[in-house]
T-cell receptor
Framework: EDQVTQSPEALRLQEGESSSLNCSYT??????LFWYRQDPGKGPEFLFT?????EEKEKERLKATLTKKESFLHITAPKPEDSATYLC???????????????WGAGTKLIIKP | GAVVSQHPSWVICKSGTSVKIECRSL??????MFWYRQFPKQSLMLMAT?????????EQGVEKDKFLINHASLTLSTLTVTSAHPEDSSFYIC??????????????FGPGTRLTVL
C-alpha cells in the first residue's frame, strides 16, 4: 500500500537553529514528491517538486533533497516567520483515472521561537 | 502565477441549509480540480476529483448526493454542501492542476473556506 510518513510530528527550534524535516515514502513508482507549507487557516502553499533520487531544490532558507526512500526539508537559520506546518505529498506511478491524485503525509508542525 | 481563489472564505449557516463554495483558477486553466476537507490538526483528506465537463469522482465514504460538485469550465469548480449538518463543519480547500505547463503534476491550492453549521 502506498504510504507517506512525516517526522517529527512537531519540531520546536530557536531562531537560527538549523534542522531537517523528514518525509519517508513507500510507493509503487515515484512520479514526483511535493513539499507544501501551510499556515493556520490557509490553504497549502507550494514549495518544491522533486522527481528523482539525488535531486535538490533550494528556496531562501529551505532546501529539499530526495533519495529513493525519503525526502528531507532542510531549514537553515530559521526565522519565526518560517513557523508553519510543512506537508509532503507523493504522486505514485499508478494513474488513477489520470487524475494524478496525491498521497499526503500528516505534516510536521514547525515552531521557531525568537 | 498559478493563483487559485475560493469564495467565500468563511460561511456560517443553519442546519438543513445548502452552501455553495466556488473555486477559481485565476491565471491558468485547470483540467482537474480537487476538493479536500481538513479537520483541526489533521492533514488534508481528498473528497473528490473533478474534471471539466465530466462527473466528479468521489473518494470512498464521501456522499456524492450530499457534496455536489460541478466543474463547468476550465477555471471554475463549485462544491455544494446540501442539507448541511453540524458534522459538516470543517475547512474545505480546493486545488487545481494546470493544463499542460512546465510541471504537469503540481496542484495549486486555494486559501480555503471555513464552514460552520449551527
Amino acid at each position: 500500500e502506498d504510504q507517506v510518513t512525516q517526522s517529527p510530528e512537531a519540531l520546536r527550534l530557536q531562531e537560527g537553529e538549523s534542522s531537517s524535516l523528514n518525509c519517508s515514502y513507500t510507493v509503487s513508482g515515484l512520479r514526483g514528491l511535493f513539499w507544501y507549507r501551510q499556515d493556520p487557516g490557509k490553504g497549502p502553499e507550494f514549495l518544491f517538486t522533486l522527481y528523482s533520487a539525488g535531486e535538490e531544490k533550494e528556496k531562501e532558507r529551505l532546501k529539499a533533497t530526495l533519495t529513493k526512500k525519503e525526502s528531507f526539508l532542510h531549514i537553515t537559520a530559521p526565522k519565526p516567520e518560517d513557523s508553519a506546518t510543512y506537508l509532503c505529498a507523493v504522486q505514485a506511478g499508478r494513474e488513477m483515472d489520470s487524475n494524478y491524485q496525491l498521497i499526503w503525509g500528516a505534516g510536521t508542525k514547525l515552531i521557531i521561537k525568537p | 502565477g498559478a493563483v487559485v481563489s475560493q469564495h467565500p472564505s468563511w460561511v456560517i449557516c443553519k442546519s438543513g441549509t445548502s452552501v455553495k463554495i466556488e473555486c477559481r483558477s485565476l491565471d491558468f486553466q485547470a483540467t482537474t480540480m480537487f476538493w479536500y476537507r481538513q479537520f483541526p490538526k489533521q492533514s488534508l483528506m481528498l473528497m473528490a476529483t473533478s474534471n471539466e465537463g465530466s462527473k466528479a469522482t468521489y473518494e470512498q465514504g464521501v456522499e456524492k448526493d450530499k457534496f455536489l460538485i460541478n466543474h463547468a469550465s476550465l477555471t471554475l469548480s463549485t462544491l455544494t454542501v446540501t442539507s448541511a449538518h453540524p458534522e459538516d463543519s470543517s475547512f474545505y480547500i480546493c486545488s487545481a492542476r494546470p493544463l499542460g505547463g512546465r510541471v504537469i503534476y503540481e496542484q495549486f491550492f486555494g486559501p480555503g473556506t471555513r464552514l460552520t453549521v449551527l
